[in-house]
């Protein structure tokens, strides 16, 4: 009992000693900003100065060092490529197959466009002679006119010729 109560006794004392120790102290600022003209006047400028020098030169170094680890011995620098191979071919399959797809869309459009352009005549001949063939009473029933595009152009692919 008398060692349990001597660590308490030791640990009261302790954290009296402490909290006493806190009211002792100085009560901070409200901004707690470090006021960095306090002191100012006692700066060596020399110190100063030769801290800058020291700064610049441990940057000239490092630079110096890194560009010529990266014109002797880039391969410790730069990340392994093999493991980027993969990915390489999978957007190259990918560009592949995209270009594919584009070649048949031109393909399909060079198609289409000859249809399109008999489909556009043929509504513009029903248009212009729609109505007069029509009869009178039902003047609802004739398609409406459809205006040419004047914007398109048949393109056609050229043949390749083979040597």
Known sequence: MAPKLSVLLLLLAVATVTVLAQRRRPASTATDEWN????????????????TQILDNWRFDILTQMKGLLQNDHQSLLPDYARIQPLSEALDDLYKEFNALKAHLGDL?????????????????????????????APAAAPASVPRQTGRRVMRKKASTSS
């Open 36 to 51: 960095y003209r306090d002191g100012s006047e006692r700066v060596n400028m020399r110190g100063v100065a030769n801290l």
């Open 109 to 137: 459009t060079e198609k289409f466009s000859a249809i399109e352009t008999f489909i556009d005549e043929v509504k513009a001949g029903q248009a212009n002679a729609g109505p007069a063939t029509a009869p009178a009473a």
